[in-house]
């Protein structure tokens, strides 16, 4: 069975430029997370979908970030503009739906490493 | 704040020196804790989940436990390709099902 996938693995682009990641969950995965990675610190949640929808989007941290799971399959996060903060690796993570009684083990792509210079 | 400490940042052994690594939390109600392993240039891979205080689960040369504070991982008789960063995860009842909380990691080196 294939894992989690994401592309491209490296992004090296200028301030103010736009990038756009894919992550390819786990077939039958339902749930797709994605998380960040800055430089020194711990790896942090952004979003939640649930098939295409958003089920939390608490740690997007501005309106610089767009993500989107059309058809519940894959998805992209689009970064516009970037800027020199957006550095760091870029985690896509999914999930079976198990229920509520029992808690989602995510399993994790390769990641992308973005740096905005 | 749900909150997430590992400890030691970094730790070394020998080729069968046995050990254990900590993960303290403080989580509005513990949903599950994850221990993660990453390798260089990975992303992380999925090693168990503790439900409840008291509980145990074994793989091969690593045990992790759960008490209300924190989760251990134990090595035994480690060998030089458990060299990795070990991660620990929290999801709590405060935050979604899918957030969940990291620490920073334990980066194991096991020399031969």
């Known amino acids: 069975e294939a894992g989690v996938t994401q592309f491209p693995s490296h992004s090296v682009i200028e301030k103010g430029q736009t990038v756009t990641l894919r992550c390819d969950p786990i077939?039958?995965?339902?749930?797709l997370y994605w998380y960040r990675r800055v430089m020194g610190k711990e790896i942090k949640f952004l979003l939640h979908?649930?098939?295409?929808?958003?089920?939390?989007e608490s740690g997007m941290p501005n309106n610089r970030f767009l993500a989107e799971r059309t058809g519940g399959t894959y998805s992209t996060l689009k970064v516009q503009p970037a800027e020199l903060e957006d550095s760091g690796v870029y985690f896509c993570?999914?999930?079976?739906?198990?229920?509520?009684?029992?808690?989602?083990?995510?399993?994790f792509g390769p990641g992308t490493r973005l740096t905005v210079l | 704040e749900d909150q997430v400490t590992q400890s030691p940042e970094a730790l070394r052994l020998q080729e069968g020196e046995s050990s254990s690594l900590n993960c303290s939390y403080t989580v509005s109600g513990l949903r599950g804790l994850f221990w993660y392993r990453q390798d260089p240039g990975k992303g992380p891979e999925f090693l168990f989940t503790l439900y409840s205080a008291g509980e145990e689960k074994e793989k091969e040369r690593l045990k992790a436990t759960l008490t209300k504070k924190e989760s251990f991982l134990h090595i035994t008789a480690p060998k030089p390709e458990d060299s990795a960063t070990y991660l620990c995860?929290?999801?709590?009842?405060?935050?979604?099902?899918?957030?969940?909380?990291f620490g920073k990691g334990t980066k194991l080196s096991v020399k031969p």
């Open positions: 979908f649930v098939k295409e929808s958003k089920q939390d």
């Open positions: 993570a999914s999930s079976q739906d198990l229920g509520p009684l029992a808690y989602n083990e995510q399993f």
């Open positions: 995860a929290v999801g709590g009842y405060g935050g979604s099902q899918g957030n969940l909380i």
């Open positions: 077939s039958g995965h339902d749930n």
